[in-house]
């Protein structure tokens, strides 16, 4: 069982950074894999970033690969979102998600998620 909380989110300029973290509760967390996801107004949820307990590989959607980083301390139970470059297009709720399956970037194979947390980019 793991509870997830987001934060970091706001109102940013085009060409401005974010960084978004989402604490984790839960003695297993480190065997999890711990994914962001996101959904904009009239869109589906979207794939983002992954990340193993291992913190040695790392997926990405093609739309952030270059710009975003995920990260994660286990030892803090928390897991980080480096937003770089961000383009209004980025404009989503973001959410923190895990899974015990391994890396993934469905969003129906993650079992657990935060609320999320709002990220405006204005142009």
């Known amino acids: 069982q793991v509870q997830l909380v987001e934060s970091g989110g706001g109102l940013v300029q085009a060409g401005g950074s974010l960084r978004l973290s989402c604490a984790a509760s839960?003695?297993?967390?480190?065997?999890?894999?711990m994914g962001w996801f996101r959904q904009a107004p009239g869109k589906e949820r979207e794939f983002v970033a992954a990340i193993p307990w291992s913190d040695i590989n790392t997926y990405y959607s093609d739309s952030v690969k270059a710009r975003f980083t995920i990260s994660r301390d286990n030892a803090k139970n928390t897991v980080y979102l480096q937003m770089n470059s961000l383009k209004p297009e980025d404009t989503a709720v973001y959410y923190c998600?895990?899974?015990?399956?391994?890396?993934?970037?469905?969003?129906?194979?993650?079992?657990?998620w935060g609320q999320g947390t709002q990220v405006t980019v204005s142009s």
């Open positions: 839960g003695r297993t967390f480190r065997d999890y894999t």
């Open positions: 998600a895990a899974t015990i399956l391994g890396l993934r970037y469905r969003f129906y194979e993650y079992d657990y």
